[in-house]
């Protein structure tokens, strides 16, 4: 199919926003009707799109063909990266691939081009003989993302107080045009003019940082309002200084706005006072230098719009510490729009990205905590990381003028040496083969890089190893390449330890590298080598004509032998190892993982002035499947994955010795396994789950040990105990008896989500929580013992309303054995009544009764599912009511004809046959079979068995959360207090209301953070020494319960306390 002169044009699928194309109409008649002979190119195929800028019918009008069958192509073009399945056969593609420097993420993508004997061109990849690249969509973010930002300016200000001019002009995706928007924001600079800026907030300066593309597309933005652009030296004149900074700001109107552009030389000084900034210098060794941004720019700031390429190495621009100190000075900063969307990178507390139709949040340095509102102290954060897509026709205009270019090259060329130099160099494979240029990208993948500078399960085989660090055009120009051929042809090997490519031409790149051999006379050769590439010689003179730099900069650390010597301050870090994958996993690596960022001032508010702050901590997540661990960590750069099997127990051992604490997020199977390797090496360990008897047997093992098993650190168990015991001992401080104890909790879908006729939702398997439907229950009811048959479970149902929250009908079922948490909460002598339930809305219970007495939740093999029978569901509903051979199924009628109205036919026989009383409950049934397809036509696959395998393989299919669902964790205590002395009685009730998150379109389920975040601060507690207890321990003490309590209510937990008197 190569050089066959067909193009194809693919759908972008990518992202809900993403509507620009390669080409446009315009461009595509250009190449068509000039001439095979002239443009190279025969026909073009347009996947049919309907969200893209551009109709269908555009396309259909010049000439191109529109299909989804894009299998004539020999050429397929598109924007992001297409889905695996458009990758076909002996093809060449063209899109932002984001491979180049061996992203893991993007991996799979090249593997599968490789494997269909593919040729990929990066876009990002395509670079003139000045350096620049030819393809990039800089200015258009720059634009989008001022104009979103004044936008929003405009609700700010007038939360606080003030109107501007500001709060009439919309985000940029809301105008038709580029130019349109303008004209909205000229609009807006006239009434500037006419009328000015209140003089609370005046004078208003944008400080714009970098001065590169994005820079430049803003302030074209910026100078459409009355403007005035001033020198950084001025701004403590233009503003005002400490004591009169209010006063200045109050005392003038404005009919401007004020400008600065700031570059590095603005944000950093040498360390030695004698030395000037040099640029090239600072680029090679940022650790000669300190930041200064902080103090001579920020505070005179009421915007800033951040533009600028940042790498970790580098010092932030602004900390979350920096912050709070210039806001506690009157900084006027309301606002900030961070284009370059790098979360916790240049500017700390920017922890998300945020999405074009929620494109701010609010951050309150004062409190450390974010809001989704405009209210209340603090600067509103933007940090959408697709701003070009808010304006995709004049996008997809100015990207097509260059691309259209060079079509017709790729299109009808066969071998890439026919290629021109800026096309060859951006062909990362061809033929399904890396091109020589790119063949460091599997060395790298081989290299098993993980994005951390600690990495303990991937320590070189060779006797001697050092860390080096080299910084330049690594990637651009392909130094990268050199490097590596030194070290192999000397026969050492290299690990990738970190990797930050350059965002720009002018950016350069970064790598750390360990680097083994077995002798260390080689590794010195290795390091001579590469020295002498990345020092300037004899011949620099025709280094610097054919590059236009030298080579890269070079760093060495210290030869160790056997264990690579990293940075020293990572040296002491505690580690955490957190044993499974799963959902739960996430919140807790993220709490763990940012614990000594210094945007957590809760840990010091809580555990007193004597702690300096947390630990910063290394995360290990380990999983049986390593991609699972991967994807869990990608956020986090404190954060490792490994591939673990627990039940090897040489391999288990090898990495919790390795750490302080163990969260263990399996089964509850495997905890007593873990158990007993942190005894044998006296680690601590965290578990959300119950004590059970072997993990009861280990208690002495543990406090012989000198250990801590924290267990039951989860929501139910965990917070609940937590809330309980607070309640409790407070209580019994103030001289009271408890009379009663009564706790509801259940894992919700939140109203919202809550649209199917059970109301429920599963976020995984459903077979555990229908299986918990028919456990037996007891209770203590005014001093009587309570039994509850697990066959009769739902039919004791109760309704329940929280008087704090009237707008829930909710119902509760009695949960387990509530008699055994008298003893356990030590209440059991005093409280006659002692009742824990489970929470669901209200009418579920009575259709999982009614499903219950169809037979759908027996797991014994059924008839109809044996010996390869494959019966429809509806056949096997059928079965289920026995109606084979009844005289009522003429009554009942063949389910799937003429559903409406069999649907009164249905609920007859349901109250008929005895499986519902009521007319409600029949009806509510029968809405549940239908909406989860127990009628339909389609065969029950072989995997079924059972009757309780075909309601949870439906229950799955149709009762899972969408992506934009939220779930919710809603638990309550109710404690009635009595006193001896005859102060009269009290009422307490304790209340958790928790909605799953949505950020940067990942969705955190409620129950995941309530889970997974108190584990996290279990591991915390006891890395800090906060934990005495040794043993098998749950969290009734004051040491556990006070601070995680304290702590969940600082992170945003919503837990509310309320007291009556009788």
């Known amino acids: 199919m190569y050089g066959n002169g067909v193009v194809g044009i693919l759908s972008e699928s990518c992202n809900l926003w993403e509507r620009r194309a390669p080409l446009n109409p315009s461009h595509c008649a250009r190449l068509l009707h000039s001439g095979s002979n002239k443009s190279g190119i025969d026909r073009i195929i347009v996947q049919p799109c309907t969200k893209r800028i551009h109709h269908d019918s555009e396309y259909e009008d010049v000439g191109c063909e529109i299909s989804d069958d894009l299998s004539d192509c020999g050429l397929i073009l598109g924007v992001k990266q297409p889905k695996m399945e458009m990758i076909k056969p002996d093809r060449a593609y063209a899109f932002f691939s984001h491979t180049h420097k061996a992203q893991r993420e993007n991996m799979p993508l090249l593997d599968k081009i490789l494997k269909e004997r593919g040729s990929l061109y990066d876009y990002e990849r395509m670079v003139g003989e000045n350096g620049k690249r030819l393809l990039a969509f800089g200015k258009f973010a720059g634009r989008a993302g001022i104009i979103d930002l004044l936008s929003s300016l405009g609700k700010r200000y007038l939360n606080m107080g003030y109107s501007t001019p500001f709060l009439s002009l919309g985000a940029s995706y809301m105008y038709s045009s580029l130019s349109a928007a303008k004209s909205a924001v000229i609009a807006v600079g006239e009434e500037i003019a006419t009328l000015g800026l209140p003089s609370g907030i005046s004078p208003v300066v944008f400080v714009f940082t970098g ?19 001033v020198d950084p030296s001025i701004l403590p004149e233009l503003v005002g200084t ?75 621009l602004l900390s979350t510490k920096q912050l709070q100190d210039i806001m506690r000075k009157g900084c006027p900063l309301v606002g900030i729009s961070d284009i370059t969307c790098d979360v916790a990178g240049s500017i700390e507390f920017v922890n998300q990205i945020t999405s074009i139709e929620n494109p701010f949040f609010r951050y309150n340095p004062f409190t450390t905590s974010y809001h989704e509102d405009m209210r209340g102290e603090g600067i509103i954060c933007l940090a959408v990381d697709i701003l070009p897509t808010e304006f995709p026709r004049e996008a997809t ?164 032998e056997t264990m690579v010597q990293t940075r020293d301050h990572m040296e002491e870090r505690p580690a955490v190892l957190i044993l499974g994958a799963g959902r739960v996993c996430e919140p807790a690596v993220e709490l763990l993982a940012s614990s000594g960022s210094g945007s957590h001032s809760w840990f010091k508010n809580h555990f007193g002035s004597d702690t300096n702050g947390p630990k910063d901590v290394q995360v290990i997540v380990a999983s049986l499947y390593l991609k699972d661990a991967e994807k869990i960590i990608e956020d986090f750069p404190n954060a490792i994955a490994i591939e673990l099997d627990a039940m090897d127990h040489s391999s288990l051992c090898k990495y919790v010795s390795q750490v302080e604490v163990v969260i263990s997020l399996l089964p509850p199977s495997f905890h007593s396994i873990v158990a007993k390797a942190c005894i044998e090496l006296k680690k601590h360990l965290v578990t959300a789950s119950y004590v059970n008897d072997s993990m009861s047997k280990l208690d002495e093992m543990a406090k012989g040990a000198g250990i801590a098993i924290l267990c039951e650190m989860g929501l139910d168990p965990g917070i609940d105990h937590m809330m309980a015991m607070k309640m409790i001992h407070e209580a019994h401080g103030r001289g009271g008896i408890i009379n009663s104890f009564v706790s509801y909790c259940g894992g919700l879908p939140s109203p919202a989500a809550a649209n199917n006729p059970l109301a429920y939702k599963f976020s995984w398997n459903p077979a555990g929580a229908i299986k918990a439907g028919r456990n037996p229950a007891k209770y203590k009811y005014q001093g009587e013992i309570i039994h509850v048959d697990g066959n009769a479970l739902y039919d004791s149902a109760t309704r329940f309303q929280i008087p704090d929250l009237p707008a829930f009908a909710l119902e509760h079922l009695p949960n387990r054995d509530s008699v055994v948490y008298g003893d356990l909460y030590g209440i059991g002598h ?107 036509h389609d065969e029950i696959p072989e995997a079924c068995q059972s009757a309780f395998d075909v309601i949870c393989l439906r229950m799955e299919e149709r009762l899972s959360y969408s992506d934009d669902e939220k779930d919710m964790v809603l638990l309550q205590h109710e404690v009635e207090v009595g006193f001896e002395d005859g102060r009269p009685s009290e009422s307490h009730r304790a209340t958790l209301l928790e909605f799953g998150k949505i950020q940067n379109g990942k969705n955190t389920t409620a129950m995941a953070r309530t889970v997974g975040i108190p584990a996290a601060i279990g591991a915390l507690l006891l890395v800090e020494n906060k934990i005495t207890s040794r043993g098998i321990i749950r969290p009734l003490e004051p040491e556990v319960y006070e601070p995680a309590l304290n702590i969940l209510e600082t992170m945003g937990f919503g837990i509310f306390e309320k007291k009556e008197c009788a």
């Open 211 to 229: 001065s590169g593309n994005v820079s430049q597309g803003a302030q074209e933005i910026f100078k459409l309002l009355p403007h005035a652009f």
């Open 242 to 316: 400490d004591g009169d900074l209010v006063q200045s700001r109050a005392s003038r109107r404005n009919f401007q706005v004020y400008g600065c552009v700031v570059t590095c030389e603005d944000m950093v000084t040498p360390l030695d006072p004698a030395k000037t900034f040099d640029k090239a210098d600072y680029y090679a060794h940022p650790e000669h230098y300190i930041p200064i941004f902080h103090e001579r720019i920020a505070p005179y700031a009421s915007v800033m719009v951040n533009c600028m390429y940042w790498e970790r190495r580098f010092p932030r």
């Open 397 to 560: 205009q100015y990207f097509g003028d260059v691309l259209s270019n060079f079509i017709g090259v790729l299109a009808s060329t066969i071998n890439i040496s026919d290629l021109p130099p800026h096309l060859r160099r951006a062909c990362i494979s061809h033929k399904g083969v890396l091109t020589p240029l790119y063949e460091y990208i599997p060395r790298m993948r081989n290299s098993d890089s993980v994005d951390s500078p600690l990495n303990p399960c991937n320590s070189l085989p060779k006797k001697y190893t050092i860390l080096v660090s080299l910084s330049g055009h690594l990637f651009d120009q392909f130094f990268i390449n050199e490097a590596l051929d030194i070290i192999e042809a000397a026969g050492g090997s290299f690990h990738l330890v970190r990797c930050e490519v350059g965002q720009s031409a002018d950016a350069l790149s970064f790598s750390e590298l360990e680097v083994g051999a077995d002798d260390q006379s080689i590794l010195e050769q290795i390091i001579d080598s590469l020295s002498s590439i990345a020092k300037p010689s004899d011949d620099s003179e025709a280094r610097v004509s054919r590059r236009g730099t030298y080579g890269f900069s070079l760093k060495v650390g210290k030869v160790g």
């Open 830 to 936: 005093e409280a006659s009544t002692v009742f824990r339930a489970t929470l669901r809305y209200e009418g579920y219970s009575e259709i999982m009764s009614c499903l219950a007495k169809l037979g759908y939740f027996d797991s014994d093999i059924h008839p109809l599912l044996k010996e390869g029978k494959r019966p429809t569901f509806g056949t096997f509903l059928e079965g289920l009511l026995k109606i084979k051979e009844s005289n009522d199924l003429e009554m009942f009628g063949k389910f799937g004809e003429e559903k409406l109205g069999e649907e009164k036919q249905m609920v007859l026989m349901l109250i008929k046959s005895g499986y519902c009383k009521e007319l409600s409950s029949a009806e509510k049934t029968v809405k549940t079979i239908r909406f989860l397809g127990l009628d339909g």
